[in-house]
Every structure is written in structure tokens, then in C-alpha cells.
């Protein structure tokens, strides 16, 4: 008895050139067009939807095409009173849009109309005394919510906040480390690639990356790869487009990203884009959207593989670096 | 969106599809403006069940839709009907992962509902979790659920052992199975003086079922990254490996090297029990964190005393020798619980006979090094360990990288066993990386030379504390990022590498000692007057 490895194959018909400007039409006119019903079946995550939307077009260079004004109304009409941000004006608060709206805010330069005060006391209120963090007042506990906190606090600038709960996040993140070096949603979960990502991302923004068992936690990860050059986030799993972010940003964290091929890598995600509509997909010859698109083009920058055509992104906060070198927000890397 | 197909369809089709969603838009639309008119109102009734489960059956990620659910569940005060609206809960929660088994505000519903509801029943809920798990055995929030009922329910660690090893018989392929017993094994078998901190009997018995898995199909990864976990020793304990200190100038430099990764911050310096004002830096550039160092001005008298926290860890820093010729102190333990060497021969002999029969198989060899390494770091294996290195990058071309370190460290180790050699040659190795044990890395050593290697970079040079004269020609570098940790450096040679810019050597100038550099061979030569350029780095180091 033999397993199959579960992947899938590229062929000369999906496409091996970056189509930038294709993606920046998806991006800039999504919901507007043939992904209407889509786009509003999804306003669940809207808050997300839209960072990852603005982000890749940050990253290509073509945030001007976005409207300020209108992003700018609706991240300030889903501020609650409780000071979190809702997916869309009306929905309740939740960590992973407050930190959507923040890194919106940052991209936008808008600070100072959002109630910062406010923010960071919704921020602290989700921290619990063991280091975990609720994703809102309905206690769901999760690693990812970890990294949305502290990520959150670093971008305003108010990570001095949990000074005296940095020791107890550290422990608890460290609390979800398994045999094999990753991290999983709770103490005791299963090691995943998104997870992993979040851990690290926390860690490395408290500083305390030295817990991290960087040989053994590199090595799983660059078993990620398969034979087509796609990345699956646990063992025996498919090949998916947004683990080339999930483990390709670990891996840089980390210091070991050149322990997978990124040429591989590279043919994989440029085939998941779609030639017709622009955008990328989960897998080749799969609908695009804009969570993809996101990771597909962060994924090639951080691979440098498509030369000067994307900038700079950050492996911690899925950001471009220049804009995080000009608010001075830092987070380690090792190399 | 996750595995959605991209399909053709006929002009006809799409309109009729048009149509058929824009009516269920509409709908969605009149159900919302009804729940956020009753939000504003605060009516969390039994009409907001209604209208949030026609939204959330399709849409289960709504996680707003829930939190009104749980208001309305709060409402209720009599114990009867609140029983009896949770157990409705549980069901339409449970027919909203009939459509996405990965929801995460179905799962964290059931939760809340579990822990809110009069008279929970915890078994019904753990046969739930083994009937889903027999679908799909590797949904990660289905066994986070089942995590949670067996702690709620109180279900013993030896039922769920049962329960992975009844998985892992009817499929050996099942990591989560192997990373549940990671944690159950500790927990129900407890024993901190064995390896693992698992009691030796059940760790044997262990290392046979994950034998037998790889045996059985040994091409899947799972029981490969389980086995090689059980027969790592735990993290070591925090021990201190190394401190030099000498003098330098008015003040006292001090270097310290630990068994493992330690934040400076915890790090302090006492004379006399006194606390010494000192900065400590992580010296390397890619905070290892085990080598810190630093600088204290000069104290007249008596010894010092290093501690983390508030542990000492070593007493005297010999000040009066310190002043004179230095001072060194070193002993190597890793603090680890290591499996005997008969568990292991006895372990590579199976290994071996699966080698026999599945000679290109990459797991096998990767545990053969594995194995080799640990039983013999320094002696007969390292032709064989070559052997198999070298089969491997054939093999598996993707991680070529990852094999070449690991090469280059099992070289590295092997060479320096000898810690305190002061003369290191290692030229025409095929180094891809100088990373490697704390304990190899040329610690002591005044000359080292590892030209004619596959370097890119200068990654290991934070533990070079001691060397003057650097032979680096003949490699990769781009770049001589990493040489400002050799503060004793004086002559450097990095001829025939690939260097093209003369912004990349600014780091020479940090090098206070540092007299001659060789260039040549490098495309930097093409660089107009690039002669004078260099001028401009440093007047004191004289360029070839
Ligand atoms: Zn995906």
C-alpha cells in the first residue's frame, strides 16, 4: 500500500507570466461587475475583504486608483461604541476587523479620525489574564486573535498597553507549540500553516522569537511544498494558493525560506491566476477572489520573483514595507 | 473561496442564474433590514431564531447573526425552555456544518451553547465528534471540539488513547492522530527522567506502532514526523556553555554562550551583590540568542557574578585575569535527556531493513542520517552519511537547500569536535551555510579559513570572537554583512566572490583592527575608480 500524494499538475495552458495590470482591474472594479452577487453575499468579512483588496493594490503600486473618501466613510461608519470595528456598519465588533481596520487606517493615513483611545481599550478588553484573546465579547479563543491584538497595538503604537500581559501572551502562544515546531489554534490543536503564521507573526513582534525550534519548525514547513511547487498547510493535504503567504512568511520569519524552490513555487502561483478576469485562485482552473489575490501577489513578493513589478512586502503584517518603514513599526526577523 | 471550479456555462445559463440570484439577494436584503430593526429595538425573540437561521444556514460565517441567537438564548429564564431552545441550537447549528463542516461560528456556537445549557450531554456529543471524524478524520475544529467535550465531559486521557489508536489502525496515515498521542502520552504516562518525559515502556511500545505505520506505507509523511519527534530528546535545560572575558580599552568585554535561547533582558551582572549597570546585546545579526555580550567598565577588584532571572549561573568572572590575558571558562552540556545508544542501534537496524526494500525513499534516508548522526556523531558514519546526502539531493531537488545545510553542519561538527581548535581549515568543503552547533563554531579559533566554498552569505560570524585572520575567497557573497562581529579582525580576504557595490562593505569600517582586505577576482573592480570609493570606507585598511 502506497499514498497518493495529493496535488495537482500545471500545464503549458495556465498562465506563466504576472499579469499585473489585469489583477489591479479586478481589484479596483471587484463588486462593481459579473461579482456583485459575491460581493454581497460576503459582507460578513467585508472589513477583511477590503484590507486585502487595498493591500494587494498597495503592493502593486496602484493604491491611487482606490477612493480615499469612500474608504474612508466606511471604515469610520463600523467603529462601535464598544471601539472595535464591525465587517460592515451594523455588524457586531470582532478582532479580525478591528485589526483590518486599522491596517486600513494605516494605508490611509487615518489615524486621527478613528477613535484611537476607544480601539485599544476594545483591544485590552479581549486579552485574557492567561495570555489568550477572545475574538469578541463571546469568548472564541484562538492563536489567530493573538496576532490580530498585538498586531493591532503595534501599528497604533500602543503595544506599552499589555506591557505587563506580554509575558503571559508569550507563554500562551508558546502553550499551542507541538512536536513538530508549529503552532495550532489552542493548546493541543493540530499544527497548521495559517496558525503558524500567526504565531510566529506575535512572537516576533513581542520579540521572543528565541522559543521558536527553528530546525524543526523549517524543515516541516518546507515539506509543505509538493511535487507541482504548490504549498498545503498540514501533511497529506492539497496544494493551496495562500499557503505560498502562510508558509512562505513563516519561513521568512524564521530565516529558512530558502529551504523550498522558489521557482516551483513561483510557476504554481502564477497559474492560479485567471487570464480572462485578472485575480488569482485557490488552485489552478478555480474562481478567483480577492483573499487570493491577495496572497497570490504577497506570495510573489516575497519570493522576489516578478523583479521590480511588486514592492516590498512585510512577512509580519502582510503590509508593504515602506509604508510600515514610515510609521516605524517594527517586528523581527531573523536571517 | 476554497475548491470552487471555474465553469463554462451558455449565455442562457447565466441569466437564468442571474435572475435566480438576484431574487435571493433580495431576499437576504429583506431579512437583514428585519434583524436590524429588532436589534435597535432589542427584541431577541423567538422571530429572531427565525429570520437569523434563514440567513446562517447559507451563510454560516455571519458571525453576527450568532451573537443575536445568544442574546436571545440569554433571555430565557426558565430552565425547562432554556434546555429545550439549546437543544434546538445544537441541532441548527450542527445542520450549518452539514453545509460547511469548516464554519468557525457553528463550532464556537455549539461551544457556547454546551457550556450554557442546563443539562449538557457530553457523550452524545463525543459519539458526534467520532461519527465526523469517521467523514473526515483530519477537520482540525472538529477534533478541537472533541478536545473540548472530553475536557468538559471528563472523559479519561485512556479513552482517547483508545480512540487514536483505533483511528491509526484503521489508517495509519492520520496526523492528527499521531499529534493528539504527542500530548496524551505525557499526560497519562508521565515520567520527566525519560526522554520525551514519557514512561520508558509505553515509549517502546510507541516506537513499534509508528514502525509499523512506516513500514506499511512509507511514503506518508505523518508517522515519519511523530517518529522522529519521539526519539528527540526534550528541550534542554538552561545551562551555561561558555564565557570568555577579556579586556579592551578601559573596559571589560564579556561574552556568554548558553545551552539554549535566552533574551538579553534577563540577563544581569552583580559585583558583590551589587547590580552592574550594563547594556547586553544579542551579537547576532539573526538573534540566536544564545551568544550575548557585553561591555562593563572597568572594575578594580573581586569577581562577578552572571544570572538569569534571578539564577545564578556562574560566579566568578575572574577580574585580576580577566585584565591580564583573558579569561575563559567552558563546559559543554547540552542538558538534554537523551534514548540510550542500544535503543537507538536497535532503532537504525529496523530503519536499515526498510532501506533494504525502499532504496530511493527519502523518508528512510532522512531518518538513516537521523539516526546515524546520534549514535555516532564523530566517528565511523560520515562517508555514509555522505552517501545518503548526496542520494537526497538527487532525490528531492526542491529542499536541495535544506539538504546542504545540513550537510555543511554535519562537516562543520565534525570538524570542530575538537572545540578549541585555533587553526580552522575548511576550504573546498561545499558549505552552503557555517551554521551549526554553538559548540563547533569556531569559538576560539584566530584563523579561519573556508575558502572554495558554496557560501552566500556570512551567517555564523557572531561566535568569531577571537579571530584576526579571515579567508573567505572563492565563495558567493554579495555582500560582507555579519563581519562587524569580529572585532578582532585584521586581515580579510574575500577574493573571487560577487561582490559589486561598494555600499556593501561599509560593514568593513565597523572592524576597528582591521588592516588588509583582498578584492580581487570581484566585479567591483569594474566600478569606476572604484580605488578611490574604497578611500572613502576606511583610510586605515589597505585594499588589494
Ligand atoms: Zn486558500
Redo the contacts with the bound molecule.
Keep these: 500500500m502506497g499514498s497518493v500524494i495529493k496535488d495537482v499538475t500545471i500545464t503549458d495552458d495556465h498562465p506563466s507570466n504576472f499579469l499585473k495590470e489585469k489583477h489591479s482591474d479586478y481589484i479596483e472594479h471587484y463588486g462593481s461587475k459579473h461579482d456583485v452577487y459575491e460581493y454581497k453575499m460576503s459582507e460578513y468579512l467585508r472589513m477583511c475583504g477590503l484590507y486585502w483588496g487595498l493591500t494587494a493594490m498597495d503592493l502593486l503600486g496602484n493604491l491611487n486608483k482606490m477612493s480615499r473618501e469612500d474608504v474612508k466613510r466606511f471604515v469610520l461608519t463600523c467603529q462601535n461604541d464598544d471601539g472595535g470595528f464591525g465587517a460592515c456598519k451594523d455588524h457586531d465588533s470582532h478582532i479580525l476587523h478591528t485589526l483590518s481596520a486599522i491596517q486600513i487606517s494605516m494605508m490611509y493615513d487615518l489615524k486621527d479620525e478613528i477613535n484611537v483611545e476607544k480601539t485599544v481599550e476594545y483591544i485590552c478588553r479581549l486579552i485574557q489574564d492567561d495570555g489568550s484573546v477572545m475574538g469578541d465579547e463571546w469568548g472564541e479563543i484562538d492563536t489567530r486573535f493573538n496576532f490580530c491584538a498585538v498586531a493591532s497595538l503595534a501599528l497604533l503604537g500602543c503595544l506599552n498597553k499589555i506591557e505587563s500581559k506580554k509575558e503571559a501572551i508569550i507563554n500562551y502562544v508558546l502553550s499551542c507549540m507541538n512536536f513538530d515546531g508549529g503552532f495550532g489554534v489552542r493548546p493541543g490543536s493540530e499544527s497548521h500553516a495559517g496558525q503558524i503564521y500567526c504565531c510566529l507573526g506575535c512572537l516576533s513582534i513581542l520579540g521572543a522569537l528565541e522559543h521558536v525550534d527553528r530546525e524543526s519548525l523549517g524543515w516541516w514547513l518546507a515539506e509543505r511544498q509538493l511535487p507541482s511547487g504548490g504549498l498545503n498547510g498540514r501533511p497529506e493535504k492539497l496544494p493551496?494558493?495562500?499557503y505560498s503567504w502562510w508558509v512562505v512568511a513563516s519561513l521568512k520569519i524564521i530565516g529558512k525560506v530558502q529551504w523550498i524552490d522558489k521557482e516551483k513555487l513561483t510557476r504554481f502561483i502564477l497559474a492560479c491566476q485567471d487570464e480572462e478576469t485578472g485575480g488569482f485562485a485557490?488552485r489552478p482552473g478555480d474562481m478567483v477572489d480577492p483573499f487570493?489575490t491577495l496572497f497570490g501577489i504577497a506570495g510573489l513578493s516575497l519570493l522576489k520573483s516578478t523583479d521590480n513589478d511588486v514592492r516590498d512586502v512585510n512577512p509580519v503584517f502582510c503590509m508593504s514595507q515602506d509604508l510600515l518603514n514610515n510609521l516605524g513599526v517594527k517586528s523581527s526577523i531573523i536571517s | 473561496m476554497?475548491g470552487v471550479l471555474k465553469v463554462r456555462t451558455t449565455a442562457e445559463q447565466q441569466e437564468a442564474k442571474r435572475i435566480e440570484r438576484e431574487k435571493k439577494l433580495k431576499k437576504l436584503d429583506s431579512i437583514k433590514a428585519k434583524i436590524f430593526e429588532k436589534k435597535k429595538n432589542n427584541e431577541f425573540d423567538e422571530e429572531i431564531l427565525e429570520l437569523t437561521g434563514g440567513i446562517l444556514s447559507s451563510i454560516p460565517d455571519f458571525l453576527t447573526l450568532w451573537n443575536y441567537r445568544r442574546k436571545a438564548i440569554e433571555k430565557i429564564e426558565d430552565k425547562i425552555e432554556l434546555q429545550k431552545l439549546c437543544e434546538n441550537e445544537l441541532r441548527f447549528a450542527k445542520s450549518c456544518l452539514q453545509v460547511n463542516p469548516k464554519s468557525y461560528g457553528s463550532w464556537h456556537h455549539l461551544c457556547f451553547v454546551m457550556k450554557y445549557m442546563p443539562n449538557p450531554d457530553w457523550k452524545k456529543e463525543l459519539d458526534l465528534c467520532s461519527l465526523y471524524l469517521e467523514y473526515d478524520e483530519r477537520n482540525f475544529h472538529c477534533w478541537d471540539y472533541r478536545r473540548f467535550v472530553v475536557k468538559n465531559g471528563c472523559v479519561s486521557a485512556d479513552d482517547e488513547i483508545e480512540f487514536t489508536s483505533n483511528k491509526i489502525a484503521s489508517n495509519f496515515s492520520n496526523y492528527s492522530s499521531w499529534q493528539y498521542r504527542s500530548r496524551l502520552l505525557p499526560e497519562k504516562y508521565p515520567d520527566p527522567s525519560q526522554s520525551r518525559g514519557i514512561q520508558s515502556d509505553i515509549l517502546m511500545s510507541e516506537l513499534d506502532l509508528v514502525q509499523n505505520a512506516f513500514f506499511t506505507d512509507p511514503n506518508d509523511q505523518s508517522a515519519w514526523f511523530y517518529y522522529r519527534w519521539l526519539l528527540t530528546p526534550d528541550s534542554p535545560t538552561l545551562k551555561l556553555n561558555f564565557l570568555q572575558s577579556y579586556k579592551q580599552g578601559d573596559n571589560l568585554v564579556i561574552i556568554v554562550i548558553f545551552s539554549k535561547p535566552v533574551n538579553k533582558n534577563k540577563l544581569s551582572l552583580k559585583n558583590n551583590d551589587e547590580l552592574i549597570n550594563t547594556n547586553w546585546i544579542n551579537i547576532s545579526q539573526d538573534d540566536i540568542f544564545i551568544i550575548h555580550k557585553c561591555q562593563v567598565n572597568d572594575i578594580c577588584m573581586g569577581n562577578l557574578s552572571l544570572y538569569v532571572d534571578d539564577q545564578l549561573q556562574f560566579s566568578t568572572i575572574d577580574v585580576e585575569k580577566t585584565r591580564n590575558d583573558g579569561f575563559i571558562f567552558s563546559e559543554f552540556t547540552t542538558g538534554r535527556i537523551e534514548l540510550s545508544v542500544d535503543i537507538l542501534k536497535s532503532q537504525l537496524e529496523n530503519i536499515q531493513q526498510l532501506h533494504d526494500m525502499e532504496e530511493d525513499n527519502k523518508w528512510v534516508l532522512i531518518t538513516l542520517i537521523f539516526l546515524l548522526m546520534k549514535i555516532d556523531q564523530f566517528n565511523n558514519y560520515s562517508e555514509l552519511v555522505n552517501e545518503y546526502l548526496e542520494k537526497l539531493l538527487r532525490l528531492d531537488p526542491s529542499r536541495k537547500r535544506y539538504y546542504q545545510d545540513l550537510r555543511s553542519k554535519i562537516i562543520l561538527e565534525f570538524y570542530m569536535k575538537n572545540y578549541d581548535i585555533t587553526d580552522v581549515n575548511l576550504s573546498n568543503k561545499e558549505l552552503t551555510s557555517t551554521k551549526c552547533n554553538p559548540i563547533s563554531s569556531f569559538l576560539l579559533a584566530k584563523n579561519i579559513d573556508l575558502s572554495n566554498n558554496k557560501l552566500t552569505s556570512i551567517d555564523n560570524s557572531h561566535f568569531w570572537q577571537n579571530a584576526e585572520k579571515i579567508n573567505l575567497s572563492g565563495n558567493q557573497l554579495t555582500n560582507v554583512t555579519g563581519i562587524e562581529h569580529v572585532l578582532k579582525l585584521s586581515q580579510l580576504d574575500i577574493s573571487n566572490n560577487n561582490i559589486k557595490d561598494i555600499d556593501e562593505l561599509q560593514n568593513l569600517k565597523l572592524c576597528s583592527n582591521l588592516s588588509v582586505v583582498n578584492l580581487n577576482g570581484n566585479p567591483i573592480q569594474q566600478v569606476d575608480n572604484w580605488q578611490e570609493l574604497l578611500k572613502n570606507i576606511s583610510s586605515t585598511i589597505k585594499f588589494i
Design positions: 493551496d494558493l495562500c485557490d487570493h | 476554497h
